[in-house]
């Protein structure tokens, strides 16, 4: 579903973005319900971003990319959490482009994911090529999801990746579901500089095709 936002394209830089689990729904400027094969995923589209509620019988998991004020976690580079029965994994990467380039990737993702039952897009005004992205794939046990965040002011197209999966021991025979402390941890995050910063990957004019991984 392709959508044009009703507001001000304020999230400007890719340095801005933060990444948060466990946030309540923020204000969303359009939303898309998607019915997975054990589990309700809704892609919502912010001023600032995206965010992610995952809905099953174990609970809800919420993922956050935006500009949060305050917020003292910068995009990571990857992290893998336990969030009561599930394993949760994130990845993300930056990739700089040039102009003609960043056109003709801007170009693909709109029309891979706008065409998707399960992909939501939104376009900033000011620009065809401001827009954020989501597209979300699930099966019996797993859900995942991919978005991309574009900046042609600077080139950068920011491209994340989530996998939440059932942990194996919560598929344990005899064992109920629904168990373990909502946003326990087994593995910390693991947080990197912001990009332009020493140690982000920043991937210059990079050939990844649409269906990679982020």
């Not at 600032?48 to 990571?76: D, M, N, Y």
Request: hydrophobic share 40%; charged share 20%.
């Amino acid at each position: 579903m392709l959508t044009t936002l009703n507001t001000a394209y304020t999230d400007t830089r890719a340095a801005d973005l933060a990444w948060a689990l466990g946030r309540e729904p923020l204000p969303a400027l359009a939303t898309l319900e998607v019915e997975l094969a054990d589990s309700n995923v809704e892609l919502r589209l912010l001023g600032a971003s995206h965010q992610v509620l995952l809905e099953e019988e174990r609970g809800i998991c919420s993922e956050t990319v935006a500009c949060i004020p305050g917020s003292r976690t910068p995009l990571p580079l990857g992290v893998a959490k336990r969030v009561g029965d599930w394993e949760y994994e994130f990845a993300a990467h930056v990739e700089l482009l040039s102009p003609d380039a960043f056109a003709g990737r801007a170009q693909e993702l709109l029309a891979l994911v706008s065409d998707h039952p399960h992909g939501l897009v939104g376009v900033f005004p000011g620009s065809p090529y401001a827009f954020t992205a989501l597209l979300v794939q699930g099966r019996v046990g797993q859900v995942s999801w991919r978005t991309w965040h574009a900046y042609p002011q600077e080139g950068r197209l920011v491209a994340t990746r989530t996998r939440v999966g059932v942990c194996a021991e919560a598929t344990r025979p005899g064992r109920p579901g629904g168990g373990g402390r909502p946003g326990s941890c087994c593995c910390p995050a693991v947080p990197v500089s912001a990009p332009d910063k020493p140690g982000i990957p920043v991937r210059r004019g990079s050939s990844t095709r649409v269906g990679d991984e982020a």
